[in-house]
């Protein structure tokens, strides 16, 4: 299956990350990448990896300094979705020139393990 992002919505201050792991870029890279650096303190409960390793984050659309975070879940049943999905949100409000975050919990695509970045995929024997 091909690593292909999810398509973002259309609006003219967004700016949709590409496929996981690339370098952002744009007017928000700086604010994307202190995100992100955020988000790989963060582990998914069940499996000992961040959630940005696991290529759970889909995207990010922006609004001035209004960031929505779209995001996956590895299964949709995760038990603890409302707790991870508000310890990612402080996480991305931590980084200056966030004004508000929000995420957004998407099943299109569906989370599998083609998703996960190099590092990711070497520790659980996928490469």
């Known amino acids: 299956m091909s690593d292909v992002p999810p398509p973002s919505s259309p609006s003219s201050d967004a700016s949709p990350s590409a496929a996981p792991g690339a370098t952002p870029t744009g007017p928000y890279a700086e604010r994307e990448r202190l995100i992100t650096e955020n988000l790989k303190q963060i582990y998914d409960p069940e499996i000992p990896m961040n959630i940005v390793d696991l290529g759970l984050i889909y995207g990010f659309e922006w609004a001035g300094d209004k ?5 996956t879940l590895t299964a949709p049943g995760c038990p603890v979705a409302g707790i991870l999905a508000e310890e990612v949100k402080l996480a991305i409000e931590k980084v200056p020139q966030v004004a508000e975050a929000k995420v957004e ?19 659980f024997g996928y490469a």
């Open 105 to 123: 919990m998407t099943w299109d695509p569906p989370w599998t393990p083609e998703r996960m970045s190099e590092f990711a995929k070497r520790q």
């Open 67 to 71: 960031v929505t975070l779209k995001m």
